[in-house]
């Protein structure tokens, strides 16, 4: 079939690690890719961000990105994106003009905006299939005022969820958050992130580490990562006997050279040191993908505790790599670390309860290795990308089908 994925935002030729890219981004061109392998035809239409961008560009025979004017051709932050959602319509369907495709897939809730209404616009109602990686309800219960969604968003995202034709979760716990928006959780379908198998495994080498024990954190630096949490918990474990310990923090918007100007590494720099751990702590700045499974595969574990998660691909990339996971439980960390089996699960925002289950981890080299073994074997068989393609394919035949029969409705009651 012909797909058009949506990703106002998240280019799949964007790099990793920048303000606004991230696991949306390793999401949609990981899982358009595997689309393609399995014999799709896949266009990828995301906002032209650079105005050195070409229209198009071609990744696989199967496989292109569409680089739509909307706005201005520069870094957007994704919360100031919607004025322009209306232009990214207007291309999209423009480009739908010769050949619509079968099925729309919109990633995050602006883009089922633009999917929503590029529809209407070329009059053939192509099925729109939304996932939304994240939820207004659930950023602004964690971050409260601190949340920069506009306005419009309490209202315009559960609108997206109704209009659409099928909703791909991400995890269960995302199917009760639709559910209390009022969604029909009959049109739901669960289909997680997946993992790079081919770049992420156990085999290969792991990057020298300068202490004794390495534990890591990875991802973007904001507040609601809650890295902090895991910089409160060295003392605690230096009281419980592990003092020589590295945590390496990995992430942010460039090279360790320019984190003295991110205000959140500035902000854990000053936490550090007045926690007497500055020796401790290591801000790597982002890093090129590639390296990433050397650093995995250094860490005796990975300590991924945000106050929420839509899902996290962090942790199925330590998982493949064979390395145990400590995890907040709250959203998507509960499906994918499994409590005593590839992880350890601890309450959200305790450093107190991070400290136990790393220092558990670093007194016994055995546990660390069940727990690798049973996280590399659950990454390989229940989130390799082919797999989720499957099953997204799967949500994409529910929703031509039941539109399919939703078109024969009217027709079947005129003839009686």
């Given at each position: 079939m012909r797909i058009s994925m949506v990703?106002?935002?998240?280019?799949?030729?964007?790099?990793?690690?920048?303000?606004?890219?991230?696991?949306?981004?390793v999401h949609?061109?990981?899982?358009?890719?595997?689309?393609?392998?399995?014999?799709?035809?896949?266009?990828?239409?995301?906002?032209?961000?650079?105005?050195?961008?070409?229209?198009r560009v071609r990744i696989l025979p199967r496989l292109e990105v569409?680089?739509?004017?909307?706005?201005?051709?520069?870094?957007?932050?994704?919360?100031?994106?919607?004025?322009?959602?209306?232009?990214?319509?207007?291309?999209?369907?423009?480009?739908?003009?010769?050949?619509?495709?079968?099925?729309?897939?919109?990633?995050?809730?602006?883009?089922?905006?633009?999917?929503l209404d590029a529809s209407r616009r070329t009059g053939t109602n192509v099925p729109v299939v939304q996932t939304f990686h994240a939820l207004g309800t659930v950023k602004r219960r964690h971050q409260g005022t601190e949340d920069t969604s506009p306005q419009q968003r309490r209202w315009l995202e559960p609108a997206v969820g109704r209009s659409a034709d099928r909703i791909i979760a991400t995890c269960s716990d995302e199917v009760f958050e639709l559910r209390a928006m009022g969604i029909d959780t009959t049109k739901i379908s669960i289909a997680p992130c997946g993992v790079d198998l081919d770049l992420f495994r156990p085999s290969g080498a792991a990057e020298h580490r300068p202490r004794s024990h390495r534990i890591?954190?990875?991802?973007?630096?904001?507040?609601?990562?809650?890295?902090?949490?895991?910089?409160?918990?060295?003392?605690?474990?230096?009281e419980a006997g592990f003092a020589d310990v590295e945590l390496l923090i990995v992430g942010g918007g460039g090279g360790a050279?320019?984190?003295?100007?991110?205000?959140?590494?500035?902000?854990?720099?000053?936490?550090?040191?007045?926690?007497?751990v500055q020796e401790q702590v290591t801000l790597r700045g982002q890093v090129p993908r590639e390296d990433m499974p050397g650093i995995l595969r250094s860490a005796d574990a990975v300590v991924c505790t945000p106050w929420y998660e839509p899902f996290g691909i962090v942790p199925l990339e330590a998982m493949a790599c064979g390395v145990p996971v400590v995890a907040a439980a709250v959203g998507g960390l509960t499906d994918t670390v499994v409590d005593r089996a590839t992880g350890l699960h601890v309450p959200s925002r305790d450093p107190a309860a991070i400290a136990r289950a790393v220092g558990e981890l670093l007194a016994s080299r055995e546990l660390r290795q069940e727990l690798g073994r049973a996280g590399q074997q659950r990454a390989r068989s229940r989130y390799s990308w082919d797999r989720v393609a499957a099953e997204t394919e799967k949500a994409y035949q529910l929703a031509l089908a039941e539109t399919a029969d939703a078109r024969l409705e009217p027709m079947e009651g005129a003839a009686l």
């Open positions: 990703s106002e935002h998240a280019s799949p030729l964007a790099a990793l690690g920048g303000v606004d890219a991230g696991g949306q981004n949609v061109a990981a899982l358009s890719t595997a689309l393609a392998r399995l014999g799709h035809h896949v266009t990828v239409y995301t906002r032209k961000d650079d105005a050195g961008l070409p229209p569409v680089h739509v004017a909307a706005g201005p051709a520069r870094h957007v932050p994704k919360d100031e994106l919607l004025p322009y959602m209306d232009r990214l319509a207007d291309g999209i369907a423009d480009d739908w003009a010769t050949t619509p495709p079968d099925i729309v897939h919109a990633h995050f809730w602006m883009s089922g905006l633009a999917a890591l954190t990875v991802g973007r630096l904001v507040p609601r990562k809650g890295v902090d949490l895991v910089i409160r918990a060295l003392p605690l474990l230096r050279a320019v984190l003295g100007a991110d205000p959140e590494a500035r902000r854990l720099h000053e936490l550090a040191r007045e926690l007497g």
